[in-house]
């Protein structure tokens, strides 16, 4: 993203908790050094900061919480950019309270992959920007996932976790394993659409739910979850 997209993007005036769907590293990045050119924060400012994770969990909350702890003393804008594949539900309240309870002349910047990592309502309080598009590629994997049998599936899992090096809270399989299940829930949804009376497309359904919600819990292995999503569908 240039910083012409940025300069359309953010009005001169800036909410204050935005929410950016983009690459974490490179997105935090170009963020701020769009905000200072822009003039908006100084250059290693001590009311700014800036930081990317793999998986954002109750270890890493305080720094962001001592940025937010300081937000009254000085009178210059304060600004925090926390980029990362995935957040943990647990971590979610704690990002709540600050956006619900953010000072004037204070922005809370939230970037991830995939909005839907967050919960509903993170999301119904900040600015969403969406930059994603749909991925035609990934579309394809999701419906020969379904087609093969479960053993295949068993083996495109483990594919999956070998890819993305799991190290039990890798947050780049985490996000991979959301976003698995999300589009499997669109072609599901569609399905139970065409025939709402169809309790097996139900079924399917609950349990994309289920394993979603699992996904959020610190130390849910997603392996065993992605594996009980081949044995099901």
Known sequence: MNMDNFEKLFPKNLYHSYVI???PSTTATELLNFLEVRGEIEKQSPDVLCQVYDSFTMDDKE???DWYNRLGISKSKK??????????????QTLLKMIEEMPLNSHFFIIVPDASILAGTILS???????????GEFQKEILDFISVSPKEKIDKITLIIKENKDEGNSGQLRY????FINELENVFYKKFKEDINNKKNKFILNELQKSREYLSIPGASVKMILEHL???I
Do not use: Y
Not at 79 to 92: D, G, S
Not at 176 to 179: E, K, M, R, S, W
């Open 63 to 65: 720094e962001i919480k």
């Open 176 to 179: 991979h394993a959301t976003t």
């Open 21 to 23: 769907e983009g690459e």
């Open 125 to 135: 309080r900040v600015h969403l920007i969406k930059t994603k598009k749909s991925n």
């Open 79 to 92: 600004v925090c950019i926390l980029a990362t594949k995935f957040i943990n539900r647990e971590v979610e």
């Open 230 to 232: 081949a044995l099901v």
